[in-house]
């Protein structure tokens, strides 16, 4: 089997060919000249190419293979500082890779702004993410597939799983301005809404089976997840409810109407950290978690959000476009 180039032999290459010279590089280096020569020529020997010209020519240059093999040793001499940090990282006690479950209802506001933090303060942790609806969250942290859950729908008492409340969220029962229901200026009653289609999602985790929440028409069209509802109901297809933070824009730009429907429960919908009992988090997970909710709890209520939409709308104020 041919040897493979050391990580070493990489460095040294990297180090000749950013400084312009052998003799910067071994002062870079802190190391003879001779050294550095003669880790070069091993590479070379080792590749079965010459990297650097040097007949006649008072700086080392590239050759032709050479540009093509600093792009791999940049990547490669890359790639193991990463497995480098990584396993610092875990001698440490932090997580190789944080599992989340996020629900629907979390505002990509927060969501966005809380990963790049993330992100930020921890480089060589890996995340898996899944976004989903209804009992998702709960269930893939009960399966053991997520290690942290953010969302609300505690559906099932499960001693496993400990919940602590860290914001809110809530849904608006919406409709395209030019749909039947968006064009009544009054108070809608269930009268008004019972034939009307009303568009409702299923959930794939099975944990609501048998159970519907705030499903008020006779006809109901159910689809498999809150991204096509919403691009359904934005297409005047039927009306339904839809996470405050995803219409908000629709709505201040006219494309959606906010039904003013008493039969229709818009109280807070509370959102939780959801994690197993037997799986107490490490130091990154425990940041997302505390990240959440500095996001979450600053979210506006009910009233409020109601209010912000009513005196935009007044105001005519200009939205930026998605």
């Known amino acids: 089997m041919d040897a493979n180039p050391t990580l070493d032999q990489?460095?040294?290459?990297l180090a000749v060919a950013e400084t312009g010279s052998f003799s910067a590089a071994s002062r870079q280096l802190n190391r003879a000249q001779s050294v550095v020569s003669y880790t070069i020529s091993n590479l070379e020997a080792q590749l079965e190419v010459p990297l650097f010209e040097r007949g006649g020519a008072r700086q080392p240059k590239l050759t032709e293979a050479g540009k093509a093999m600093l792009t791999d040793a940049r990547r490669i001499v890359a790639d193991l500082q990463v497995m480098r940090a990584r396993a610092k990282s875990i001698k440490q006690g932090l997580e190789?890779?944080?599992?989340?479950a996020i629900s629907i209802m979390v505002p990509s506001e927060a969501v966005v702004a809380t990963l790049r933090g993330f992100r930020e303060k921890f480089?060589?942790?890996?995340?898996?993410?899944?976004?989903?609806?209804?009992g998702?969250?709960?269930?893939?942290?009960?399966?053991?597939?997520?290690?942290?859950?953010?969302?609300?729908?505690?559906?099932?008492?499960?001693d496993s799983v400990t919940a602590?409340?860290?914001?809110?969220s809530f849904m608006l029962p919406v409709a395209a301005a030019d749909h039947p229901l968006g064009r009544i200026e009054r108070p809608l009653t269930l009268a008004d809404v019972r034939e009307e289609v009303q568009l409702v999602v299923t959930d794939a985790s099975g944990l609501t089976t048998g159970r519907d929440f705030n499903v008020l028409s006779y006809k109901t069209w159910r689809v498999s997840d809150i991204a096509t509802k919403h691009q359904l109901i934005r297409g005047g297809l039927?009306?339904?409810g839809l996470p405050a933070s995803l219409v908000r824009k629709d709505i201040l730009k006219g494309k959606l109407v906010a039904l003013k429907l008493d039969a229709y429960e818009q109280g807070e919908y509370p959102l939780y950290a959801l994690r197993r009992a037997s799986n107490p988090p490490g130091p990154a997970a425990s940041w997302l978690v505390d990240a959440f909710r500095k996001k979450l709890s600053a979210c506006p209520n009910h009233a409020d959000f109601t209010a912000m939409l009513e005196s935009n709308a007044a105001k005519d104020m200009p939205v930026a476009a998605e």
């Open 164 to 168: 602590e409340k860290i914001g809110h």
């Open 10 to 13: 990489l460095q040294v290459f």
């Open 96 to 100: 190789a890779q944080v599992s989340l």
């Open 123 to 134: 480089p060589a942790v890996s995340l898996n993410l899944n976004v989903g609806e209804l």
């Open 136 to 158: 998702m969250v709960m269930g893939m942290v009960i399966d053991g597939k997520a290690d942290v859950g953010i969302g609300g729908a505690l559906l099932k008492q499960d």
């Open 238 to 240: 039927g009306w339904g």
